[in-house]
């Protein structure tokens, strides 16, 4: 189990939030320029690294807020969150398990 | 139009239950039905909606979260950063959300009575905030947790929205009508070690 520290209700249980996949991932400025294999890269293909990844979560049994984590993804240690619209916080050093 | 003769709360079977759980000096549950209840959204950074609704309200919008305000007979709970939850006494529901309406017409918000959603369960006495301790992660010490602070969270694993309302301390459970038979069988069960004579 997770303990996860909504950026407004504070640590709370795993179980009380819903994940959001990858952050970051804009909407294209002009969709209908897209070509087909560019409009299935930006809805299906996202990044799976080893390592630090930002990422959406939602505090769905708490204040209902999407927010944004950065989450290693070895160890499942979490070095921040941040809101909506704030600046994403700089790249964190090597994980616990000596990820990148 | 339904008139309240034909009102029958949630937990109407299991009153006698809640109140044969209860354990005069320990720990008492009893089912608080009919309480009126407002959902209110709006933009918390415009400092005019803030001063409309706290007029109705009767105190500022807690702006903290999971924090409670208390003004005259309502409360306003913190649910997110632009939501509220305004609790009255049953029946004041028309009330407020017609004051709120009049006081914030023309502003971007919502205002919508979710009375009906959920009923609400009163557990108080000394063994309360072990008996929520045993279904919930929060921290309920007194250190934490004390009159006026509230939570959206799980409970035995149903969502509730728990406020502390006073010091006593007296809890409140809102919880969803359909969860509501499980939680309050659930907190029966919960309760059982202090129905047990001691020594
Ligand atoms: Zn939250």
């Keep these: 189990m997770l303990l996860i520290p909504c950026p407004w209700c504070g640590p709370r249980d795993e179980s009380e939030f819903r994940y959001g996949g990858e952050a970051h991932i804009g909407a294209p400025a002009n969709p209908g320029s897209l070509s087909d294999a560019d409009w299935a890269d930006y809805l299906f293909m996202r990044n799976n690294p080893k390592g630090w990844f930002r990422e959406r979560w939602m505090h769905a049994q708490g204040c209902r807020r999407w927010f944004n984590a950065v989450r290693h993804t070895v160890s499942n240690e979490i070095a921040a969150v941040y809101r909506m619209g704030e600046p994403p916080p700089p790249a964190p050093g090597p994980g616990r398990e000596g990820e990148t | ?199």
């Design chain 2, 1 to 199: 139009m339904a008139e309240a003769t034909h009102k029958r709360s949630p937990l109407a079977d299991l009153a006698a239950g809640l109140a044969g759980a209860s354990v005069p000096g320990r720990v008492s549950l009893a089912e608080e039905p009919f309480l009126a209840q407002i959902d209110l959204r709006g933009d918390a950074a415009d400092g005019g909606f803030r001063e409309a609704a706290g007029g109705v309200i009767g105190a500022a919008l807690p702006l903290a979260p999971n924090t409670v305000a208390q003004g005259g007979r309502l409360r306003a709970l913190w649910l997110g950063p632009d939501e509220w939850l305004i609790v009255g006494p049953e029946g004041s529901e028309g009330g407020i959300e017609a004051g709120l309406k009049a006081a914030l017409a023309g502003r971007h918000v919502s205002i919508v009575d979710v009375s009906a959603s959920r009923t609400a369960i009163a557990v108080a006495g000394a063994g309360a905030r072990e008996v929520l301790a045993k279904g919930m992660g929060l921290d309920l010490h007194s250190r934490a947790f004390g009159p006026g602070r509230s939570a959206q969270a799980q409970l035995a694993r149903a969502q509730v929205i728990l406020e502390q309302v006073s010091g006593e301390p007296r809890f409140r459970l809102f919880v969803r009508a359909s969860f509501a038979p499980y939680l309050a069988r659930w907190l029966i069960d919960a309760t059982a070690e202090y129905r047990i004579a001691g020594p």
